[in-house]
């Protein structure tokens, strides 16, 4: 069993829609990471969290740890949105562990 | 933060030969990770590098087949040996400041 799982895998939107993904894990964490990967390979870290709530433009992040779930939310979507968002946790050398991700598109 | 460049950015490599990947940061760091991520899964740690030590394999990979250098606080590289088309992935170093996790833009590697 995977120690992070995502859902959806597979998600299209219209643009404007209100967008969340889902991540739950299974193990103990101190912090929940939210990436996002472009088509060319590269990852952007968006968030780190340990409880609560957090915001970055139309981006929030949220995370429960007594039920070990977080949620990225995209509120007005747009077109740029289109990625690959990924949850991860930390590993017991400062690595991360990561969820199969969520292939995002956007349309206009 | 930290900014991570990483080179080759791509390569197209024939079966039985090697590739050196190269990680440079731009300030010191004591551990550096590499992933790899094959085509349409998530990323996966090859090993942690530490500064003056061996690296550290996960499950499944060997120092044989992807030795890792790490010469000084800033940089490292990771060869990737003997090659088959199952090594065609993305290779992405990382660096943890922070509690925060910064990558290099990864090297796209085709193996024919």
């Known amino acids: 069993k995977n120690e992070v799982e995502q859902s959806p895998q597979n998600l299209t939107a219209q643009e404007g829609e209100f967008i969340t993904i889902n991540c739950s894990y299974s193990v103990g964490i101190s912090a929940l990471h939210w990436l996002q990967q472009h088509p060319g390979g590269g990852i952007v870290s968006l968030f780190m969290l340990s409880s609560g709530k957090k915001k970055h433009g139309r981006l929030i992040a949220t995370i429960n740890i007594q039920e070990k779930h977080s949620s990225l939310h995209i509120t007005a979507s747009h077109p740029r949105d289109s990625a690959v968002y990924i949850c991860?946790?930390?590993?017991?050398?400062?690595?991360?562990?990561f969820g199969k991700g969520t292939k995002l598109s956007v349309k206009p | 933060s930290a900014v991570i460049s990483q080179k080759p950015s791509r390569d197209i490599c024939q079966r039985g030969t090697s590739l050196t990947i190269q990680c440079q940061v731009d300030s010191q760091v004591t551990m550096m990770f590499w992933y790899r991520q094959q085509p349409g899964q998530s990323l996966t740690l090859i090993a942690t590098a530490n500064q003056g030590s061996e690296a550290t394999y996960e499950s499944g990979f060997v120092i044989d087949k992807f030795p890792i250098s790490r010469p000084n606080l800033t940089f490292s590289t990771l060869t990737v040996s003997n090659m088959s088309p199952e090594d065609s992935s993305i290779y992405l170093c990382?660096?943890?400041?922070?509690?925060?996790?910064?990558f290099g833009p990864g090297t796209r590697l085709l193996v024919l």
């Open positions: 991860a946790i930390g590993g017991s050398q400062g690595n991360l562990i």
């Open positions: 990382s660096v943890e400041r922070g509690g925060a996790q910064y």
